[in-house]
């Protein structure tokens, strides 16, 4: 089945005792067994549920994985991924990532004895390098990446991590497997926020991790249910619906971002446009190469730093001042103090996350009325 079938479809039949089309919300903790250890396939609903099952069903047939595993968010699926790893471990990571990942991966690094190398993401040499140095138990990147929108060669990178036996993990929540599947470039395991594209509506927290290999599936199952960083049935079920119109949405996302983007970069206001689309963007063949569409999401650097870049955002009417992005309305939010404030500044600078940078979470309204809304706002800048 093509994409746009198997969302609706794929690992989610009809209920077999009703005929429900939509995957009943099994509201229900514990569940009855006809004798010690003998029970239908479910026992406490920490370690499984039946809504929450088809979910990671269906996670594991868009990725093209062997098991998917839902989580409360996308950090609760971090921090069960980072269980797996011993004390002392080493991590070769991309520089530009969600602050909240690294702000994890910094509490591992002081706690546990982590060590992470950050090396551009964009720049497979760089892994290469950091690879030949010293071993590494996981190579972690985000394509595109938060906030900068840099594009990583997955199957550069995931061919390095193979050679290096390193785990490669890749965070496809700003693309979502409607425009990408990291398993087919060669990834490991591939970790979502399900709160933003999957969910699509701003209304849960959840996130995800969906395994290339059944045995590491099993492995991650078990910490699924030790850590127990698990979603609700509800959320479960919010997921699903919105996985359902994933296809369809993702379009429309594409389209504005190319509008707004394009709206963006004609301004003499801004700086640079940080959009794969853009036929300037760095990595704009390789986007064209390893992904069916470049996304919804864009980061822009406006003249005058953080004052201007304040004034713009009062002055937005369409697009709503929030963090988190995927949803179905369109949102922007200023990096350095909102998502990612918990990164150094000196870090922060040292990627390109600069005080006048802007992040542009593009949603699915008429593309003329979220350029008309830029375009005004610019005027304030």
């Keep these: 089945m093509r994409f746009d079938t198997r969302v609706i479809h794929a690992a989610q039949p009809p209920d077999e005792l009703t005929g429900a089309v939509n995957t009943p919300i099994y509201l229900s903790s514990t569940f009855a067994q006809s004798a010690p250890n003998q029970n239908k396939g479910y026992v406490y609903g920490r370690t499984s549920n039946p809504t929450r099952t088809v979910l990671e069903r269906v996670l594991a047939d868009l990725e093209g994985g062997r098991r998917g595993l839902a ?136 996130g995800a991790l969906v395994a290339r290999r059944r045995a590491t599936g099993e492995r991650l199952a078990w910490l699924q249910n030790a850590v127990g960083a698990i979603p609700s049935p509800v959320d479960s079920f919010l997921v699903l619906r919105g996985i359902r119109t994933l296809g369809v949405r993702m379009r429309r996302h594409c389209e504005g971002a190319q509008a707004v983007a394009e709206a963006l970069a004609s301004s003499g206001k801004v700086l640079r446009v940080h959009y794969p689309g853009l036929k300037d963007h760095p990595q704009h063949k390789l986007a064209r190469k390893q992904m069916d569409g470049f996304g919804g999401m864009l980061s822009a650097e406006v003249r005058g730093g953080a004052s201007a870049a304040g004034r713009l955002l009062r002055r937005l009417r369409v697009f709503t001042l929030a963090e988190s992005l995927g949803g179905v309305e369109s949102l922007a939010e200023h990096p350095a103090s909102m998502t990612h404030s918990s990164v150094p500044k000196a870090a922060r600078e040292a990627v390109g996350i600069t005080d006048g940078l802007l992040r542009f979470s593009v949603g699915i309204e008429d593309p003329a009325d979220l350029v008309d809304d830029v375009v005004r706002s610019l005027r304030s800048v």
């Design 71 to 206: 989580f409360s968010s996308g950090l609760g699926a971090l921090t069960t991924l980072l269980e797996d790893l011993p004390s002392g471990s080493r991590i070769v990571a991309g520089s530009d990532l969600y602050g909240g990942t690294r702000r994890l991966f910094e509490h591992h690094r002081t706690q546990f004895g982590l060590t992470v190398d950050y090396v551009a993401t964009s720049e497979t040499d760089a892994f290469a390098r950091a690879l030949d140095a010293a071993p590494a138990e996981m190579v972690y990147v985000e394509s595109p990446t938060n906030p900068l929108i840099g594009i990583c060669d997955l199957a550069r990178v995931g061919e390095l991590a193979r050679r290096h036996r390193a785990r490669f993990v890749v965070d496809n929540t700003f693309a979502s497997p409607a425009l990408q599947r990291p398993i087919e470039h060669g990834a490991g395991v591939v970790l979502h926020s399900t709160t933003k594209y999957l969910g699509g509506h701003s209304d849960i927290l959840g």
